[in-house]
C-alpha cells in the first residue's frame, strides 16, 4: 500500500513563505499524477496544483505565480513552494496521487493525511 506523508505546515505571517514537502513510500516515478490540495475550516476539500509525469503542471487562479509544484525523483517527494501567502491560504493542504489517469481530474488513488498551514492576517 503507497503511503504519503505531508511535512513543512504551520504558522507563517502574511506575506511569508512556506515549502510543503509529501514524501512518498515508493518511487514518484510511478505515478501518472500528483496534486496538492487543500482544506479551509467549513469549505470543501479544493484543488491547488498538479503535475503529470512529464512535468506538465496546472494551478488554482488562486496558486497561479505564487505556488509552485514540483517533484523529486531522488527524494520520492512532490513539493509545493508556497510564495506571498495570504489568510486565505488557511487549511489543510493534502498530497495525492495516482498511477492511471480517471475520468475525473480529482480522482485519485492515494491521499496523505495532511499538514496545517495558518496565515497570521
Known amino acids: 500500500q503507497v503511503q504519503l506523508v505531508e511535512s513543512g505546515g504551520g504558522p507563517v505571517a502574511l506575506g511569508g513563505s512556506l515549502r510543503l514537502s509529501c514524501v512518498s513510500s515508493t518511487t514518484v516515478s510511478n505515478f501518472y499524477a500528483m496534486a496538492w490540495y487543500r482544506q479551509a475550516p467549513g469549505k470543501q476539500r479544493e484543488f491547488v496544483a498538479r503535475?503529470?509525469?512529464?512535468?506538465?503542471?496546472t494551478y488554482a487562479d488562486s496558486a497561479k505565480g505564487r505556488f509552485t509544484i514540483s517533484t523529486s525523483w531522488l527524494k520520492n517527494t512532490v513539493d509545493l513552494q508556497m510564495d506571498s501567502l495570504k489568510p486565505e491560504d488557511t487549511g489543510v493542504y493534502y498530497c495525492?496521487?495516482?498511477?492511471?489517469?480517471?475520468?475525473?481530474?480529482?480522482?485519485?488513488?492515494?491521499w496523505g493525511q495532511g499538514t496545517q498551514v495558518t496565515v497570521a492576517s
Open positions: 495525492a496521487a495516482k498511477t492511471l489517469p480517471k475520468a475525473s481530474v480529482d480522482d485519485f488513488d492515494y
Open positions: 503535475i503529470l509525469k512529464g512535468g506538465v503542471t
